[in-house]
């Protein structure tokens, strides 16, 4: 089964691995808002290595004292829909960047569900 196709806006929000909401890592939080929104699909990527505002590098070598990792989740939906989800995020990020970019969906589909 195919989904839609076409203009869509990608919603990037981009955390740190050990940042919380009420005891819950914030990319969990997110992905549970935006699954209960009824948006089309969120999926949470773990960064090997990176800095952000505060311009510390965080990495998962060896040596590294860091185990704060970057962590990315990324949502695709219509624009009204993520538009309509961006609230939610004013909740639960606190230090982060969300980031907004159009794309085109050239394919969605799902696994074929049993019953």
Do not use: N
């Amino acid at each position: 089964m195919t989904g839609p196709t076409g203009t869509a806006l990608r919603l990037t929000v981009f955390v740190g691995e050990t940042d919380l909401w009420h005891h819950r890592p914030v990319y969990t939080e997110i992905v549970h808002r935006a699954h209960k929104a009824g948006l089309a699909g969120a999926s949470v990527f773990r960064g090997v290595e990176g800095f952000g505002a505060s311009s510390m590098i965080h990495t998962q070598r060896l040596l590294s004292l860091s185990e704060d990792l970057p962590v990315a989740v990324v949502i695709v939906d219509t624009e009204e829909r993520i538009r309509a989800f961006l609230p939610q995020l004013d909740e639960v990020v606190g230090e982060g960047l969300v980031t907004l970019d159009r794309c085109e969906v050239v394919r969605h589909g799902g696994r074929e569900t049993t019953r």
